[in-house]
């Protein structure tokens, strides 16, 4: 519920009366499970109501949380003695151990068995660009991410941190729509600044028209890196070939997906010469 689509919504606070909107309409009978703190007020709730979050907060969490070989394990706590034991998650990043307690947790009040539950978690290989890996050796990791909003991006970003805490980490940003860019160029600028390096290209405009005075220099000026900079599609590449690069994430929901292939390719090409 963090503000986004303010060129729908207007601001926060009407964005925040639509997700109510939306929860009222649950059938009494029905089920709601949310994260943990969110400022959902309701007039009408179901009688189920569950919350769950990474660790000890809500109902359902993650204990017990261990990386090894860059792979999650965890044990699901529920209400009452409810614990899964041991669930591996084989798709990377701690932001998507939340999202498996989340997908464990409706799995768990909807009456599925534990180990079914279990053995769902270790087969799930994620989906297409979220934390997708392109490349992936010792020597260069590429990751690929549809993430937009600066809350996805810094959780992308901190997970990449946890998995590899001594690499350089640079950034490939390509910011999407001019309302949100200038609704949220700080928060842009504040997500951005977790990594090493930025490349930002140009807005991805969508469905709008160009707003004056918006551009990706925007939330440019606002990072305090000191490897920043602006870059046009058709340069990207010729950029990389001269980048020192460890661990690469291209992150955006703009057509920032038509580079994944070329830079894919540009990277194993480095990496058997």
């Keep these: 519920m963090d503000a986004d689509h303010l060129d729908i919504y207007g601001d926060l606070a009407e964005m925040h009366v639509a997700f109510n909107q939306f929860v009222s309409?649950?059938?009494?009978?029905?089920?709601?499970?949310?994260?943990?703190?969110?400022?959902?007020?309701?007039?009408?709730?179901?009688k189920q109501v569950y919350t769950y979050s990474l660790q000890e907060k809500g109902d359902f969490h993650?204990?017990?949380?261990r990386l090894q070989n860059r792979q999650y394990y965890f044990d699901l706590k529920g209400p009452g003695k409810i614990r899964i034991a041991d669930i591996t998650l084989i798709h990377p990043g701690l932001v998507n151990v939340e999202n498996a307690v989340a997908a464990?947790?409706?799995?768990?009040?909807?009456?599925?068995?534990?180990?079914?539950?279990?053995?769902?978690?270790?087969?799930?290989?994620?989906?297409q660009?979220?934390?997708?890996?392109?490349?992936?050796?010792?020597?260069?990791?590429?990751?690929?991410?549809?993430?937009?909003?600066p809350q996805e991006i810094e959780a992308t970003i901190k997970s990449l941190?946890?998995?590899?805490?001594?690499?350089?980490?640079?950034?490939?940003?390509q910011p999407h729509l001019y309302t949100r860019?200038?609704?949220?160029?700080?928060?842009f600028a504040k997500s951005l600044n977790l990594l090493d390096a930025i490349i930002l290209l140009e807005i991805y405009p969508a469905r709008?028209?160009?707003?004056?005075?918006?551009?990706?220099?925007?939330?440019?000026?606002?990072?305090?890196?000191?490897?920043?900079?602006?870059?046009?599609?058709?340069?990207?590449?010729?950029?990389?070939?001269?980048?020192?690069?460890?661990?690469l994430v291209t992150l955006?929901?703009?057509?920032?997906?038509?580079?994944?292939?070329?830079?894919?390719?540009?990277?194993?090409?480095?990496?058997?010469?």
């Design 25 to 46: 309409q649950i059938d009494r009978s029905g089920i709601l499970l949310m994260k943990h703190g969110l400022p959902v007020r309701a007039a009408f709730l179901p």
């Design 62 to 65: 993650a204990e017990n949380i």
């Design 104 to 127: 464990c947790s409706m799995a768990v009040i909807l009456g599925l068995p534990h180990e079914g539950i279990r053995k769902a978690m270790e087969n799930f290989s994620g989906i």
């Design 129 to 149: 660009r979220r934390f997708e890996y392109q490349v992936k050796t010792e020597k260069l990791t590429y990751i690929d991410d549809y993430a937009h909003h």
């Design 161 to 173: 941190r946890g998995l590899y805490p001594d690499k350089r980490l640079t950034g490939i940003f």
């Design 181 to 187: 860019t200038r609704d949220l160029a700080d928060e």
């Design 208 to 247: 709008e028209l160009p707003i004056e005075g918006v551009s990706a220099r925007l939330i440019l000026d606002k990072i305090n890196l000191a490897d920043k900079q602006l870059c046009d599609r058709d340069s990207l590449l010729p950029l990389l070939k001269k980048t020192k690069l460890e661990v």
């Design 252 to 273: 955006g929901a703009g057509d920032i997906d038509k580079m994944v292939e070329p830079i894919k390719k540009l990277l194993t090409q480095q990496l058997d010469s």
